[in-house]
């Protein structure tokens, strides 16, 4: 399911790219990080173990409305294609929204497209999903080279539920932003219906009624012939709500298409083990979406300076009610319950020891500017 960022109002839509073997998904990735705006997308992460990695970064849609709140963006994911490294490939479909299946078009890799669905539709399985309820676009790529497989017969081996197909050549970026705009829509959509859907209400559990005394039954009555039913009449097909639109920032460059496909962008690569994978891709999906508000807490100025305000404003706050601001130092806060002002005010040359301090609680805290300041209230005394 996407990751929500509550502070930034923002939602990450996972996307990973599926498929065999040098089929061309790090191709795809690679070519969509080079074409889009920098401002519109975030650097690239190479999550590597010992022996294998994973690509991805996160990309924001011009303009796609917000759902439930919320601004989307897209996580973009690569899973290594080589069966040996089912575990990771796993670990990555964690979460996962939207799907693209990036099938080689080449004939000799006929069977090796068969074996990657059939891997995906068990790995999703085990995580309780049916690959039929998932969204999915079919990417049939490479159809610039020779001695390649007809639309059909890849249909044919592939194509179980109708999904969405596109050709591709993923090194010219023939299809490329096609696939993407297709499997955005579809993922879309689908987030939509799952947050607009109603919660579940609970109805209160009665006990059913005690069974009535039987009634005799009636003599029975002879029966009319009914007339014929009449035959039903068709009703016009209920229209699918549309499909929102995707558009993505593109960039004018001055390469071409294929260089931007064989570029391999700045990535920052992060080393882990293969058992924190998850625990690690989950950690920089959350950093993706932006800064968190984080309990640590800002410098601030020294307690000192503040007092002396305090004693400047005694005489005043002893004719009236007055919240007086002290800035507390960031050490404090970390316990906050610990925190009590023993105060000192002076009259002239007469000090003035306030009895029993005052003791901070969480509510007198406000954030001015990039500190923390505590409102403390000095009462006069009746007389």
């Known amino acids: 399911m996407a990751f929500f960022n509550y502070a930034t109002m923002q939602m990450a839509a996972k996307i990973v790219y599926y498929g065999p073997g040098l089929c061309g998904k790090t ?10 705006s920098a401002k519109s997308r ?13 690509l991805f970064f996160d990309l924001l849609p011009l303009e796609v409305g917000v759902i439930a709140g919320f601004k989307t963006r897209f ?13 990771t490939r ?3 479909l964690k979460g996962v929204d939207g799907m693209v299946f990036v099938a080689d078009s080449q004939r000799p890799m006929r069977e090796a497209n068969v074996e990657s669905l059939k891997d995906l ?8 999903i049916g690959l039929s309820t998932m969204p999915l676009v079919l990417q049939y790529n490479k159809r610039d080279l020779p001695n390649l497989l007809t639309r059909e017969e890849l249909d044919a081996d592939l194509n179980w539920h109708g999904w969405p197909t596109v050709e591709s050549s993923a090194v010219n970026g023939m299809g490329v932003f096609d696939t993407l705009k297709a499997i955005s829509r579809l993922t879309l959509g689908s987030l939509k219906h799952k947050l607009s859907r109603p919660e579940p209400t609970h109805m209160p559990v009665v006990a059913p009624p ?21 035959p039903p009449v068709p009703q016009p097909p209920v229209p699918a709500p549309p499909a929102p639109e995707v558009e993505f920032d593109t960039r004018q460059t001055r390469g071409s298409d294929q260089e931007l496909a064989t570029t391999a962008p ?39 300076p503040a007092l002396d305000g305090i004693r400047q404003a005694a005489e005043q706050a002893r004719k009236a009610d007055t919240d007086i601001p002290v800035e507390v130092p960031a050490e404090l806060l970390q316990n906050l319950e610990g925190i009590h002002l023993s105060l000192q005010v002076m009259s002239g040359q007469k000090r003035h020891v306030v009895p029993g301090g005052v003791l901070a609680e969480a509510g007198q805290l406000q954030r001015v500017g990039d500190a923390w300041v505590l409102r403390v209230r000095l009462v006069p005394k009746k007389a």
């Open 27 to 36: 191709t795809n990735l690679q070519y969509i990080y080079n074409k889009t």
């Open 42 to 54: 975030g650097e690239m992460v190479s999550l590597e173990t010992e022996s294998d990695r994973t």
């Open 75 to 87: 996580q973009l994911y690569t899973v290594p294609g080589q069966v040996f490294y089912g575990e």
């Open 90 to 92: 796993r670990m990555v």
């Open 121 to 128: 539709e068990k790995n999703l399985q085990d995580m309780g």
């Open 210 to 230: 005690a069974p009535a005394p039987p009634v005799p039954e009636p003599p029975p009555v002879p029966k009319a012939e009914a007339p014929a039913p009449l």
């Open 266 to 304: 700045k990535v920052k690569t992060v080393s882990v083990t293969a058992r924190r994978v998850a625990t690690e891709l989950d950690r920089i999906r959350e950093s993706l979406l932006g800064p968190l508000l984080a309990p640590s807490q800002p410098k601030v100025k020294d307690l000192a």
